[in-house]
């Protein structure tokens, strides 16, 4: 099974500070993608990668950047953590554009900005 | 530009009847459509998909659903829930062919809550 992990499912930040979220996936996919999850807002995309070192930018890719340097793992940065960030975050995978197969969600991670 | 449209935010029904949860699209273009569930402190999983054939899908749980493309609906049903189908449901459209994308718009979600 495709595994996609999240480094913390819970983090705590203060305004200001940088914050990493990592994803890892286990299955040699082409695509990985951020999202951001919110209440009657559901999924929407901040970042996605069709390849290493490859980025685009989603629908709210403000205040975040995200870097790709291994196929395995796509990592998103805030900068300077905002309280309007505290939000869960999703990553996710897809073997490549063209199939059309499903996309592989990790856990997620929650994060509260103070 | 696309669009998903979940037309209910919440949805309660009891133990053993039958369940609707609404999805409409826009797209100019042809697209594939999914159903995502989240259960509880957990990522997303895929229910089922269109992405072309016959109109009516079949997928996990007992759920099925029905593209519509006169209507741009793709309404997801079960005919009798069951306690553990409460979670949170998300309608998603992708074009077709996706490019070397594969992005998917998803919808606001729709929380399923199965009372006793």
């Known amino acids: 099974d495709v595994k996609v992990t999240q480094s913390s499912r819970y983090l705590v930040k203060r305004t200001g500070e940088k914050v990493f979220l990592e994803c890892v996936q286990d299955m040699d996919h082409e695509n990985m993608f951020w999202y951001r999850q919110d209440p009657g807002l559901g999924l929407r995309l901040i970042y996605f990668?069709?390849?290493?070192?490859?980025?685009e930018k989603g629908d709210i890719p403000e205040g975040y950047s995200v870097s790709r340097e291994k196929k395995e793992r796509f990592s998103l940065i805030l900068e300077s953590a905002s309280t309007n960030q505290t939000s869960m975050y999703l990553c996710?995978?897809?073997?490549?554009?063209?199939?059309?197969?499903?996309?592989?969600f990790g856990e997620g991670s929650r994060l509260t900005v103070l | 530009a696309q669009s998903v449209t979940q037309l209910d935010s919440q949805v309660p029904v009891f133990e053993e009847a039958p369940v609707e949860l609404r999805c409409n699209y826009s797209?100019?273009?042809?697209?594939?459509l999914f159903w995502y569930v989240q259960y509880p402190n957990q990522g997303l999983q895929l229910l089922l998909k269109y992405l072309s054939g016959s109109t009516l899908v079949k997928g996990i749980n007992g759920f099925e659903a029905e593209f519509n493309k006169s209507q741009t609906s793709f309404h997801l049903r079960k005919p009798s829930v069951h306690i553990s189908d409460t979670a949170e449901y998300f309608c998603a459209v992708s074009d077709r062919p996706a490019g070397n994308t594969g992005k998917l718009i998803f919808g606001q979600g729709t929380t399923l809550q199965v009372k006793p």
């Open positions: 996710a995978s897809k073997r490549d554009g063209r199939s059309t197969g499903e996309l592989f």
């Open positions: 990668s069709y390849d290493v070192k490859m980025k």
């Open positions: 797209s100019s273009v042809s697209v594939y």
